[in-house]
Protein backbone atom coordinates (compact mmCIF):
# COMPACT_ATOMS: atom_id res chain seq x y z
CA UNK A 1 0.00 0.00 0.00
CA UNK A 2 1.43 3.76 -0.64
CA UNK A 3 0.31 6.58 0.56
CA UNK A 4 1.44 9.55 1.91
CA UNK A 5 0.68 11.18 5.59
CA UNK A 6 -0.19 14.53 5.09
CA UNK A 7 1.06 17.13 7.76
CA UNK A 8 0.77 21.42 8.12
CA UNK A 9 4.35 21.47 5.84
CA UNK A 10 2.70 19.62 3.41
CA UNK A 11 -0.41 20.81 3.27
CA UNK A 12 1.09 24.20 2.87
CA UNK A 13 2.82 23.15 0.06
CA UNK A 14 -0.51 21.42 -1.69
CA UNK A 15 -2.25 25.01 -1.51
CA UNK A 16 1.01 26.69 -2.74
CA UNK A 17 0.93 25.02 -5.43
CA UNK A 18 -2.51 25.54 -6.80
CA UNK A 19 -3.42 27.23 -9.80
CA UNK A 20 -3.70 30.21 -9.04
CA UNK A 21 -2.04 30.00 -5.26
CA UNK A 22 -4.17 32.98 -3.91
CA UNK A 23 -7.17 33.16 -3.08
CA UNK A 24 -8.55 36.82 -1.53
CA UNK A 25 -12.31 36.61 -1.41
CA UNK A 26 -12.30 32.54 0.35
CA UNK A 27 -8.98 33.65 2.40
CA UNK A 28 -11.50 37.25 3.95
CA UNK A 29 -13.87 35.04 4.51
CA UNK A 30 -11.83 32.24 6.48
CA UNK A 31 -10.80 35.29 8.35
CA UNK A 32 -13.93 36.45 9.11
CA UNK A 33 -15.68 33.00 9.95
CA UNK A 34 -12.66 32.88 12.46
CA UNK A 35 -13.38 36.09 13.84
CA UNK A 36 -17.00 35.96 14.31
CA UNK A 37 -17.76 32.35 15.08
CA UNK A 38 -14.20 30.83 16.19
CA UNK A 39 -15.96 27.87 18.37
CA UNK A 40 -17.54 27.12 15.00
CA UNK A 41 -14.62 27.68 12.27
CA UNK A 42 -13.39 24.06 11.67
CA UNK A 43 -17.09 23.53 9.92
CA UNK A 44 -15.30 25.31 6.65
CA UNK A 45 -13.98 23.74 4.20
CA UNK A 46 -9.91 24.18 3.27
CA UNK A 47 -8.60 25.50 -0.22
CA UNK A 48 -8.08 22.13 -0.89
CA UNK A 49 -10.83 20.79 -0.88
CA UNK A 50 -12.41 24.21 -2.01
CA UNK A 51 -10.85 23.94 -5.25
CA UNK A 52 -11.29 20.12 -5.57
CA UNK A 53 -15.41 21.20 -5.72
CA UNK A 54 -14.77 23.43 -7.69
CA UNK A 55 -12.90 21.14 -10.62
CA UNK A 56 -15.81 18.81 -10.09
CA UNK A 57 -18.54 21.32 -10.97
CA UNK A 58 -16.68 22.45 -13.70
CA UNK A 59 -15.45 19.08 -15.45
CA UNK A 60 -18.69 17.95 -14.86
CA UNK A 61 -20.43 20.77 -16.54
CA UNK A 62 -23.15 20.85 -13.76
CA UNK A 63 -25.91 23.68 -13.93
CA UNK A 64 -27.69 22.64 -11.01
CA UNK A 65 -26.00 21.85 -8.18
CA UNK A 66 -27.43 21.02 -4.41
CA UNK A 67 -26.18 21.64 -0.64
CA UNK A 68 -26.78 20.30 2.32
CA UNK A 69 -25.17 21.71 5.19
CA UNK A 70 -23.86 25.87 4.25
CA UNK A 71 -22.43 27.48 7.56
CA UNK A 72 -20.42 30.63 6.47
CA UNK A 73 -20.64 29.99 2.67
CA UNK A 74 -17.15 28.63 2.25
CA UNK A 75 -18.08 25.37 -0.15
CA UNK A 76 -21.18 27.43 -1.62
CA UNK A 77 -18.36 30.12 -3.03
CA UNK A 78 -16.01 27.84 -4.68
CA UNK A 79 -18.99 25.75 -6.54
CA UNK A 80 -20.77 28.56 -7.43
CA UNK A 81 -17.63 30.18 -8.73
CA UNK A 82 -17.19 27.18 -10.89
CA UNK A 83 -20.86 27.04 -12.81
CA UNK A 84 -21.30 28.88 -16.03
CA UNK A 85 -23.84 32.36 -15.99
CA UNK A 86 -26.74 30.55 -16.01
CA UNK A 87 -26.03 27.67 -13.33
CA UNK A 88 -27.45 28.16 -9.64
CA UNK A 89 -27.01 26.29 -6.43
CA UNK A 90 -29.84 25.63 -3.99
CA UNK A 91 -27.85 25.77 -0.58
CA UNK A 92 -30.61 24.25 2.32
CA UNK A 93 -29.06 24.76 6.10
CA UNK A 94 -31.09 24.66 8.99
CA UNK A 95 -30.39 28.15 10.65
CA UNK A 96 -30.17 31.48 8.94
CA UNK A 97 -27.59 32.89 11.78
CA UNK A 98 -24.24 32.28 9.42
CA UNK A 99 -26.19 33.94 6.33
CA UNK A 100 -24.86 37.82 6.58
CA UNK A 101 -21.14 35.98 6.31
CA UNK A 102 -22.14 34.08 3.40
CA UNK A 103 -23.69 36.64 1.37
CA UNK A 104 -20.92 38.72 2.31
CA UNK A 105 -18.35 36.41 0.10
CA UNK A 106 -20.84 35.88 -2.14
CA UNK A 107 -21.23 39.51 -3.16
CA UNK A 108 -17.99 40.00 -2.99
CA UNK A 109 -17.42 36.79 -5.58
CA UNK A 110 -20.08 38.17 -8.15
CA UNK A 111 -21.98 34.96 -7.73
CA UNK A 112 -24.65 35.98 -5.02
CA UNK A 113 -27.28 36.10 -8.16
CA UNK A 114 -26.68 32.16 -8.32
CA UNK A 115 -26.98 30.85 -5.15
CA UNK A 116 -30.37 30.27 -3.01
CA UNK A 117 -31.00 29.82 0.55
CA UNK A 118 -33.98 27.49 1.64
CA UNK A 119 -33.50 27.27 5.31
CA UNK A 120 -35.65 24.75 6.96
CA UNK A 121 -34.94 20.60 7.74
CA UNK A 122 -32.60 19.58 4.81
CA UNK A 123 -35.07 16.58 4.28
CA UNK A 124 -38.26 18.38 3.81
CA UNK A 125 -36.83 20.72 1.01
CA UNK A 126 -34.83 18.00 -0.36
CA UNK A 127 -38.00 16.20 -0.72
CA UNK A 128 -39.72 19.25 -2.08
CA UNK A 129 -37.81 18.81 -5.25
CA UNK A 130 -39.05 18.35 -8.03
CA UNK A 131 -39.08 14.37 -8.73
CA UNK A 132 -37.40 14.35 -12.16
CA UNK A 133 -33.58 13.89 -12.40
CA UNK A 134 -32.67 17.45 -12.81
CA UNK A 135 -29.55 17.64 -10.25
CA UNK A 136 -25.76 17.42 -11.50
CA UNK A 137 -24.01 17.92 -8.58
CA UNK A 138 -24.65 17.71 -4.83
CA UNK A 139 -22.41 18.66 -1.53
CA UNK A 140 -23.67 16.45 1.64
CA UNK A 141 -21.53 18.41 4.81
CA UNK A 142 -24.60 18.73 7.28
CA UNK A 143 -25.79 16.59 10.45
CA UNK A 144 -23.81 13.03 10.20
CA UNK A 145 -27.07 11.40 11.16
CA UNK A 146 -29.13 12.38 8.18
CA UNK A 147 -26.49 11.45 5.23
CA UNK A 148 -28.53 8.64 4.80
CA UNK A 149 -31.68 10.37 3.83
CA UNK A 150 -30.30 12.85 1.77
CA UNK A 151 -28.24 10.27 0.14
CA UNK A 152 -31.85 8.77 -0.95
CA UNK A 153 -33.38 11.94 -1.36
CA UNK A 154 -31.18 13.09 -3.97
CA UNK A 155 -30.52 9.53 -6.06
CA UNK A 156 -33.50 9.74 -7.62
CA UNK A 157 -33.33 13.18 -8.71
CA UNK A 158 -29.38 13.11 -10.54
CA UNK A 159 -29.27 13.59 -13.46
CA UNK A 160 -27.69 11.06 -15.92
CA UNK A 161 -24.08 12.24 -15.31
CA UNK A 162 -25.41 13.03 -11.48
CA UNK A 163 -22.35 13.10 -8.82
CA UNK A 164 -23.25 13.30 -5.23
CA UNK A 165 -19.86 14.25 -3.03
CA UNK A 166 -20.17 13.69 0.85
CA UNK A 167 -18.06 15.41 3.66
CA UNK A 168 -16.09 14.23 6.61
CA UNK A 169 -16.38 10.71 6.04
CA UNK A 170 -13.20 9.81 7.70
CA UNK A 171 -13.99 11.71 10.31
CA UNK A 172 -10.25 12.67 11.38
CA UNK A 173 -9.70 8.35 11.57
CA UNK A 174 -12.72 7.99 14.47
CA UNK A 175 -14.19 5.83 11.86
CA UNK A 176 -11.27 2.94 12.54
CA UNK A 177 -11.33 3.71 16.01
CA UNK A 178 -13.57 1.35 17.77
CA UNK A 179 -13.10 2.96 21.32
CA UNK A 180 -14.63 5.90 19.75
CA UNK A 181 -18.61 5.54 20.13
CA UNK A 182 -20.38 8.75 20.12
CA UNK A 183 -23.79 9.07 17.72
CA UNK A 184 -21.88 10.94 14.69
CA UNK A 185 -18.96 8.54 14.36
CA UNK A 186 -21.38 5.58 14.57
CA UNK A 187 -23.34 7.44 12.17
CA UNK A 188 -20.66 7.91 9.35
CA UNK A 189 -19.58 4.01 10.46
CA UNK A 190 -23.07 2.73 9.36
CA UNK A 191 -22.99 5.30 6.16
CA UNK A 192 -19.80 4.24 4.80
CA UNK A 193 -20.47 0.88 5.45
CA UNK A 194 -24.06 0.88 3.09
CA UNK A 195 -22.86 3.01 0.33
CA UNK A 196 -20.17 0.27 0.09
CA UNK A 197 -22.41 -2.63 0.10
CA UNK A 198 -24.73 -0.91 -2.12
CA UNK A 199 -24.62 -2.58 -5.58
CA UNK A 200 -27.16 0.26 -7.31
CA UNK A 201 -23.59 2.55 -6.48
CA UNK A 202 -20.41 3.31 -7.80
CA UNK A 203 -18.64 5.09 -4.83
CA UNK A 204 -15.04 6.15 -3.95
CA UNK A 205 -13.51 7.28 -0.94
CA UNK A 206 -10.51 10.26 -1.10
CA UNK A 207 -8.38 11.15 1.30
CA UNK A 208 -8.94 15.27 0.98
CA UNK A 209 -9.82 17.28 3.72
CA UNK A 210 -11.34 14.98 6.79
CA UNK A 211 -12.27 12.32 3.60
CA UNK A 212 -14.71 12.27 0.38
CA UNK A 213 -16.31 9.98 -1.05
CA UNK A 214 -17.61 10.44 -4.40
CA UNK A 215 -20.86 8.29 -5.47
CA UNK A 216 -22.44 8.07 -8.74
CA UNK A 217 -25.61 5.40 -9.55
CA UNK A 218 -24.33 2.71 -11.78
Not at 70 to 87: E, H, K
Not at 123 to 142: N, R, T, W, Y
Not at 199 to 211: C, Q
Request: hydrophobic share 45%.
Amino acid sequence: MRFIEMNDALYDYVTAHANPSTDDVAARLAATTQERFASQAGMNIGVDQGRFLATMVAVSGARVVVEVGTFTGMSALWMARALPDDGRLICFDITDRYLDTAHEAWIAAGVDDRIEVRIGPASDGLAALPDEPHVDLAFIDADKTGYGTYLDLLLPRLSARGLIIVDNVMWSGAVIDDSVQDVNTRALRAFNDDVAARDDLHAVMLPIGDGVTLIRRR
